[in-house]
Structures are given as structure tokens and as C-alpha cells.
């Protein structure tokens, strides 16, 4: 850890089949101990959200596209064929 950074401890409940999943990894050299794959598997999961959440907030172009798309497509009436 870096100096300065507060070190705190969680304890974790979780189901034999993840423990032995959690076992699996470090014996086969994924990880170097259990801390280490849990780190990565939380770090994993908040850069996912983070990004999810940013883009809800910021859309890809092609979304951006779609919405004016659509909704210049809702404002037009269309006409009956004769």
C-alpha cells in the first residue's frame, strides 16, 4: 500500500462454492493469496459501475443519433395514402 492511505478490513461471507472458486484461483497462481483476487474482483466491479453510470450521463454518439431520430420521426404526421 502507499503511504498515507488508510488500510481498512472487511470480513466476507460467501456461499463453499465461492470460497472454492476463491481457493481455485490462488492455487493455480491467478493470485498471490485471497486479499489479492478479492482487490481485483471489487476494483473489477466499481470500474464497471463507474462506467455504467457515466454512460448514463454522457451516451455514445449513435445513442445521441437515435433519440433525435426518433423523436423527429414522432413529431412528423403522417398522411393517409389515397
Keep these: 500500500m502507499a503511504r498515507g492511505h488508510v488500510v481498512r478490513v472487511f470480513r ?3 456461499s463453499e462454492n465461492m470460497a472454492n472458486g476463491l481457493e ?5 497462481g491467478c493470485y498471490v493469496s485471497y486479499a489479492d483476487a478479492l ?3 471489487l476494483n473489477l466491479l466499481l ?3 463507474r462506467e455504467q453510470e457515466f ?6 454518439h449513435e445513442e445521441i443519433q437515435r433519440e ?3 423523436s423527429s420521426n414522432k413529431s412528423k404526421t403522417p398522411f393517409p395514402l389515397q
Excluded: D, F, I, Q
Design 12 to 14: 466476507v461471507k460467501m
Design 24 to 28: 481455485e484461483l490462488v492455487k493455480e
Design 39 to 41: 482487490r481485483h474482483a
Design 47 to 49: 470500474k464497471e459501475n
Design 55 to 60: 454512460r448514463l450521463v454522457h451516451p455514445p
Design 68 to 70: 433525435r431520430e426518433s
